[in-house]
């Protein structure tokens, strides 16, 4: 079982930036491939990002390649999503989600668990 648990939202002007969190409970954080996703109102959730359970491959994206970075810290049982240049169509709830997998996909239907979600709005 894994807790996850997202913060580093906010609002922000159009070409800021900003780093999402998301802390991990449990002992086998490494064990688990790790994606982001948003959902915009009235959309349907989105893969934004991804990284294997040892870093070492990452996927984004066509809509944020270039802009975003998906990063890990297996120590600390938390991944990041640093976000720059940022455009108002990126505004929407982020949420962070575990696969019991060594191997990511950018289907939200093959994560297991889910946090509950950030606000990130970008002004235009």
């Known amino acids: 079982q894994v807790q996850l648990v997202e913060s580093g939202g906010g609002l922000v002007p159009a070409g800021g930036s900003l780093r999402l969190s998301c802390a991990a409970s449990?002992?086998?954080?490494?064990?688990?491939?790790m994606g982001w996703f948003r959902q915009a109102p009235g959309k349907e959730r989105e893969f934004v990002a991804a990284i294997t359970w040892s870093g070492g491959s990452t996927y984004y994206a066509d809509s944020v390649k270039g802009r975003f970075t998906v990063s890990r810290d297996n120590a600390k049982n938390t991944v990041y999503l640093q976000m720059n240049s940022l455009k108002p169509e990126d505004t929407a709830v982020y949420y962070c989600?575990?696969?019991?997998?060594?191997?990511?996909?950018?289907?939200?239907?093959?994560?297991?668990?889910w946090g509950q979600g950030t606000q990130v709005t970008v002004s235009s």
């Open positions: 989600a575990a696969r019991t997998s060594y191997l990511y996909t950018q289907w939200a239907y093959d994560y297991d668990y």
């Open positions: 449990g002992r086998t954080f490494s064990r688990y491939a």
